[in-house]
């Protein structure tokens, strides 16, 4: 069982930057692929970003150049740095994980654990 926290999320202005956080409970974090999605009103979940057990990394296209997913072992968290900041960047933020080996971890329904969300608005 894994149980998922993020923090980070706020108001930024467009260009900005905001850090999102995902602290993951239980011992076989180092095993999980991890992935950020975003939905915003009235629109589907969204892939982001997602970092492998072994920190392969992938960025959805809208994103990447601007945002950073890391992970830490030692304190089993994945982070995402959201740099220059755009209006449309505004959504609820997920974390989410799993320990399934081979899936497209860029589908949302390749995870089964989620984060409650945090929200992130970025004003013009």
């Known amino acids: 069982q894994v149980q998922l926290v993020e923090s980070g999320g706020g108001l930024v202005q467009a260009g900005g930057s905001l850090r999102l956080s995902c602290a993951a409970s239980?011992?076989?974090?180092?095993?999980?692929?991890m992935g950020w999605f975003r939905q915003a009103p009235g629109k589907e979940r969204e892939f982001v970003s997602f970092i492998t057990w072994n920190s392969g990394r992938d960025y959805a296209d809208s994103v990447k150049g601007r945002f950073t997913i890391s992970r830490d072992y030692d304190k089993n968290t994945v982070s995402l740095q959201m740099n220059s900041l755009k209006p449309e960047d505004t959504a609820v933020y997920y974390c989410?994980?799993?320990?399934?080996?081979?899936?497209?971890?860029?589908?949302?329904?390749?995870?089964?654990?989620w984060g409650q969300g945090t929200q992130v608005t970025v004003s013009s």
């Open positions: 989410a994980a799993t320990s399934a080996g081979s899936v497209s971890l860029w589908n949302p329904r390749a995870y089964n654990y």
């Open positions: 239980g011992r076989t974090f180092s095993s999980h692929h």
